[in-house]
C-alpha cells in the first residue's frame, strides 16, 4: 500500500482541531470553575432571576430551579465535538472532500457561536476563549479551502 504525504495545509488543520479541542475542554472545565461568573451573567438577560437575586443573593437564585445547569451541555458539547473532530479529521486525512465540507459547516457554525458569545456579555474568560475558538474556526477555515488541500482532495 502507497502512503502519500500529507500536505502542510492539511496537518496544520489537523493541529487547529487539536487546539479547538483543547479550547473547548477548557470551556468545560471554566464551566465548572466559573459557575456563579456564568449564573451573574445569565441572570442579566433573565428579569426572574435578576428578582430572585435580588432578593435572596447569589445563593438563593443558584438554587433555584429557572437557572440551567450549564456545566453538562459544556461537557457533552466538548464529548461531542472532540469526537466529530476525531472522524472529520480521519476522513479529510484519506481524502474525502466532503469531511472538508463538514468542517467548513462546523468552523462556520463555531465563528457563530463565538460572535453570540462575545455580544452576551460572558465572563472575561469565557468571552476570551470565544474569541480565540473565533480565530481558531477561521484558521480551520483558510487551511481547509488552501490550495494544496484541494490538490491533495483531487487525487482521490
Known amino acids: ?47 426572574s432571576a435578576r428578582e430572585i437575586l435580588a432578593e435572596g443573593g447569589l445563593g438563593v437564585l443558584r438554587e433555584s430551579p429557572i437557572v440551567p445547569n450549564f456545566l453538562p451541555l ?10 466529530l473532530a476525531l472522524v472529520l479529521g480521519a476522513f479529510l486525512v484519506d481524502g474525502h472532500g466532503w469531511a472538508r465540507l463538514a468542517l467548513t459547516a462546523s468552523a462556520g457554525f463555531g465563528v457563530l457561536v463565538a460572535v453570540l458569545a462575545v455580544r452576551n456579555h460572558l465572563p472575561t474568560a469565557f468571552l476570551v476563549l470565544s474569541i480565540v475558538t473565533a480565530v ?21
Open 74 to 83: 459544556a461537557i457533552v458539547s466538548f464529548v461531542v465535538f472532540a469526537l
Open 1 to 47: 500500500m502507497l502512503t502519500r504525504q500529507l500536505p502542510g495545509s492539511i496537518v496544520n488543520a489537523l493541529w487547529v482541531l487539536v487546539a479547538l479541542v483543547v479550547a473547548f475542554g477548557i470551556t468545560a472545565v471554566l464551566t465548572w470553575v466559573e459557575r456563579d461568573e456564568l449564573i451573574l451573567s445569565w441572570s442579566k438577560g433573565n428579569p
Open 136 to 156: 481558531l474556526h477561521l484558521a480551520l477555515l483558510f487551511f481547509l479551502w488552501h490550495k494544496d488541500t484541494s490538490a491533495y482532495l483531487r487525487e482521490f
